[in-house]
């Protein structure tokens, strides 16, 4: 892999593609729709955010694309999720644990929880680290420790040795962040890594994050609810709402001229200094239940701007093929473009 | 610190027992219509024979009398002396308690060995067949008069496959091992006798499983629960995403830690056979403390059945300072909440 | 992969507004669960069998037949007959009466009387309380087992004092369980507003606080039928329960063990009845525990 020559980033085969996924949970009387056709793509070396509120599917598909959801939870109606090319929702469980982790790793949200609280650091690292490489415990140990350095942590072996609760929450994500690092993934998929800290330790895992990334040539998924942290390090955004992408494209472009009203609702929560972590959900209304969604558009409860063609639900519009910005909003199509200009 | 303040907690509530135990044995023991006196004394006995126990015993002294007396032997190690056998009831529990903690450790062990892996089988295929067939079987457990059952293995193991012996801890007309540790498992092999060995061995495998199915309810139970906790957790997602299989999870990291909160009911479950071993020991006349305070009751011997009672809540309270000492050693976290 | 792994946020569940939703998702709830539906069954059985106990018995429970003694099942006495010519099929149906109405009677008066002096204990308060929670820690302490045996054994060896010795044994969970939660609902403050009924009236406070303090309270009757029962019949077994001719469960297993060996099914049939009878019970009590407690579904 690392022999071939180098290509043009855009040009290499995605890390993840997910294209018209469908899945149900089951409940009582009812089934909870949760992603309703999401496509989406992430390719080599590239940061790219998925932003929405609780409820958006954005959690959800980032369990789905390492299989972490319980089976028998969900159904899948529809579409298909690879990672590498390998097709992840087929895919045997003794294939999958072989992708975990090794081509695929993630950072969840809670450090304080994501850690086994009854084992040292160290011996956690060295599991997955033996579990996926050919290491003696002596090799492996080193890699920990120099895996710990990069993070910026100054005594590797004195954490090692720590209990998670003997730490801080800080000090808890970079060690996730080492941890995710420590088989060189293809793809990180980070759901809402900072959500938990402190304001200022935020910013400096977020660094420590792209900085590891950009080195190792890695992309990362970055699922979140903060728009300021996705104009702060992402290349490219997914905005979903209801299970499905509504909007996407390279992010100053998207940021400078969102065309979905819902984008534009969680951009206008966004005061000219933004504090990083701070909510920003401004929108009035709410998330539609999603074991009974509408007929036609799923945001047309809560928008300013709806007309009686919102009662037919709006596909994908493209709007520049080329750096691949799509809506799903009927006032976004190109034909619509004096109405796009005329708004307030 | 904490560990002092565990340990005056602990000795505090050792004194509450054994004033409260003796207190309720003591008005239970004088609320019986019958004499204690002529029971001791027998049919036959004159009056003023009768009249000479009473007074030798202090049974003509007022009742706080009467109590502040015991107490007060019993803070010299004297529980009294047993009407049924008329020998010292200390002497009485130290030679039948070795019999009773042999049984009830072997049940625990058993319950424990199908126990635990009960639990872990039913919260990993929660809800499912594997779930429904591991709880009934252990509310089945639950369910069952231990009496009874003990009576069923006797019939088929000893009555009708003559597999294995129905009663007592070695065959009639075997002499008992010289007593080290009062555990006839240990103190034939102590002896380098293996034919008595496996001679009690087999008398102590129906008692075991009688008593140990009872048990084994119990452990599935906690165990499930504890692991269901568990395997809801954080970190047992972050150890899939990571790629280890489902049965690394399960038994590397979400066990280990289901066991220790376990820890505290499964000693407390050795306590709760102790004395839950008075029915078994009846049924298959395991010469123990729960055959011998069956038949103090049933005779109104009621200085043996204070003792017992006493020495029991004592081994309980003594068990509860033990599980606290392990606690503390497993469980890494324990000084954080400190 | 089966672990249950913490699902995302989905709203699972509408909210049960009109109580025909809610009997339609307690429904749904039982019938999700094989196993309370079972221990429901079991229950209904068990309760239809003590109710209709002489419609039911082919024969007499306490009619002798000496030409007929120890009989094996046959067509005539399904589960055989006794030493003394005894039907045991009817026995066993009659006995139902009085080793569950044992269960139920210990489960319902020690939940009353330990509910209600736990409510007062916890309003009331002060040194009343600090009395009643020092005894019930004293009576706590005792193992229960042999407490009851040897209150039995004082008050002479009937159904009836054994009844009484369960219920006296068990008071303490209750007390302790409805202090605690008139504790919580004091601090609540409502029962403040009811004070300033008047003090003459303090029997309204003890109902607001009893009708508050009542789920747990079910809840931990409900999974104390069983054990009550079990209890009964050890009692009945060791001869310090119901005594001759009375049909008890208990009393019966001890009685057919003189003749284990070689006629089974003296002792067998009464046990099995105590099993499936217990076991009916806990799993009803299991499944309560989980309606009540949605937090411990399933668990």
């Not at chain 1, 060690?175 to 330790?201: G, H, K, N, R, Y």
């Not at chain 1, 472009?253 to 933004?274: F, I």
């Not at chain 2, 006839?184 to 199915?213: C, E, K, R, S, V």
Request: with cysteine; net charge neutral.
């Amino acid at each position: 892999m690392q022999a071939c020559v180098q290509q043009p980033l855009a040009e290499q085969a995605p890390v993840l593609v997910i294209d018209d996924l469908r899945i149900e949970f089951p409940a009582y009387k009812s089934t909870v729709k949760a992603l309703n056709g999401v496509s989406l793509h992430v390719n080599p070396g590239e940061i790219v955010g998925v932003i929405g509120e609780s409820g958006s599917g954005k959690s959800v598909t980032a369990m789905l694309s390492l299989r972490l959801l319980p089976e028998r939870s969900y159904q899948v109606k529809s579409g298909s999720l690879s990672i590498l090319g390998r097709d992840m929702l087929t895919a045997k469980e003794k294939d999958l644990l072989s992708v975990r982790g090794r081509d695929a790793a993630m950072i969840f949200q809670e450090p304080m929880t994501a850690l086994n609280p009854t084992r040292r650091i160290g011996r956690q690292m060295l599991d997955v680290i033996i579990h996926h490489q050919r290491l003696s415990k002596a090799e492996a140990k080193a890699k920990a420790i120099a895996l710990l350095r990069d993070m910026h942590i100054a005594d590797p072996e004195q954490v090692m040795n720590s209990y998670p609760f003997e730490l801080s929450g800080g000090m808890r994500q970079r060690v996730m962040i080492a941890l995710a690092f420590s088989c060189d993934p293809q793809l990180l998929i980070a759901d809402e890594p900072t959500t938990a800290l402190d304001v200022t330790v935020q910013r400096q895992v977020l660094l420590l994050l792209r900085e590891k990334a950009r080195a190792r040539g890695t992309a990362i998924l970055l699922i979140t609810h903060d728009m300021a942290l996705v104009s702060q390090f992402c290349d490219r955004v997914y905005v979903m709402y209801t299970g499905a992408v509504v909007e996407q494209g390279v992010t100053a472009q998207v940021m400078a001229d969102p065309r979905h009203p819902y984008t534009q609702g969680l951009l206008s929560g966004l005061p000219e200094q933004v504090e990083p972590g701070q909510d920003l959900m401004t929108i009035p209304g709410q998330v539609p239940n999603l074991s009974a969604l509408p007929e036609g558009c799923t945001f047309l409860d809560r928008c300013a701007f709806a007309t009686a063609q919102c009662l037919q639900r709006p596909p994908m519009q493209t709007i520049d093929a080329a750096a691949d910005r799509k809506s799903a909003c009927w006032l976004s199509a190109p034909s619509h473009a004096t109405a796009q200009e005329s708004r307030p | 610190m904490a560990f002092l303040n565990m340990l005056r907690k602990r000795l505090g509530g050792l004194l509450l027992v054994v004033f409260g135990v003796s207190l309720i044995t003591f008005s239970i023991s004088h609320l019986i219509p019958g004499d204690p006196a002529r029971l001791i004394a027998g049919d036959r006995a004159t009056d003023a024979i009768v009249e000479n126990i009473r007074h030798q015993l202090g049974l003509d002294l007022p009742l706080y009398q009467q109590y502040g007396r015991y107490m007060l032997d019993l803070l010299h190690g004297d529980l009294g002396t047993s009407i049924r056998t008329h020998r010292p009831v200390l002497e009485d529990l130290q030679a039948f308690f070795p019999a009773t903690l042999e049984l009830a450790l072997a049940a625990l062990t058993l319950s424990i060995l199908v126990g635990v892996p009960l639990g872990v089988l039913s919260a990993v295929y929660h809800n499912r067949f594997i779930d429904q067939v591991a709880r009934t079987l252990a509310v089945t457990g639950i369910s069952t008069p231990a009496f009874w059952l003990g009576l069923g293995l006797i019939v088929l193991f000893y009555g009708h496959l003559n597999w294995l012996p129905g009663s007592g801890r070695l065959d009639e007309g075997l002499d008992p091992p010289r007593t080290i540790t009062g555990f006839y498992l240990i103190d034939t092999l102590l002896a380098g006798d293996t034919g008595l060995f496996f001679n009690a061995l087999q008398h102590l495998i129906l008692p075991a499983i009688t008593l140990g199915f009872v048990n084994l309810g119990v452990v599935a139970r906690q165990i499930r629960s504890a692991m269901l906790d568990q395997l809801g957790e954080d970190y047992i997602r972050t150890a899939r995403a990571y790629g280890l299989s489902k049965w690394a999870v399960i038994l590397r990291h979400a066990l280990p830690n289901a066991l220790i909160p376990s820890v505290t009911v499964l000693g407390l479950t050795l306590g709760d056979l102790l004395y839950g071993a008075v029915l078994t020991e009846t049924v298959f006349a395991w010469p123990g403390m729960g055959a011998y305070v069956v038949k103090s009751i049933q005779s109104l011997d009621f200085p043996a059945v204070m003792g017992f009672a006493i020495m029991v809540s004592f081994i309980y309270v003594l068990l509860n300072m033990a599980i606290d000492l392990l606690y503390r050693l497993i469980d890494p976290r324990i000084g954080e909440v400190n | 992969m089966t672990t249950p792994i913490t699902a995302p946020a989905v709203a699972p569940l509408p909210a049960a507004s009109r109580w025909q939703d809610k009997w339609a998702y307690l429904a749904h709830q039982i019938r999700r669960s094989p196993l309370t539906m079972a221990g429901l069954l079991i229950t209904l059985m068990v309760l239809l069998v003590m109710a209709f106990a002489p419609w039911l018995a082919s024969h007499d429970p306490n009619a002798l037949n000496l030409t007929q003694r120890l009989a094996a099942p046959s067509a005539a006495h399904w589960f055989g007959t006794d030493e003394v010519g005894r039907d045991l099929f009817s026995r066993v149906l009659y006995g139902s009466r009085q080793s569950v109405g044992v269960g139920l009677f210990v489960a319902f008066a020690s939940c009353f009387a330990g509910g209600l002096l736990g409510c007062m204990s916890g309003i009331i308060g002060g040194r009343f309380d600090g009395l009643i929670m020092r005894l019930m820690d004293i009576m706590l302490s005792v193992p229960s087992l042999v407490l009851i045996m040897a209150l039995a054994a004082a008050l002479g060896p009937s159904l009836f004092n054994a009844m009484l010795a369960i219920t006296l044994v068990r008071i303490p969970f209750y007390v302790r369980l409805a202090r605690g939660q008139a504790l919580s609902i004091r601090q609540m403050g409502y029962v403040k507003a009811a004070e300033t009924f008047g003090a003459g009236r303090w029997h309204m406070v003890i109902w607001h606080v009893a009708r508050n303090a009542m789920p747990p309270l079910l809840l931990q009757l409900s999974l104390d039928i069983g054990s009550a029962i079990l209890m009964a019949s050890a009692l009945g077994f060791i001869g310090l329960g119901a005594q001759q001719p009375t049909a008890e469960w208990g009393a019966m297993v001890a009685t057919g063990r003189n003749y284990i060996l070689d006629q089974w099914w003296y002792s067998t049939f009464p046990g099995v009845a105590i099993l499936i009878t217990a076991t009916g019970f806990n799993l009803l009590g299991d499944g309560v525990r989980d309606l009540l407690d949605p937090r411990q579904q399933g668990k």
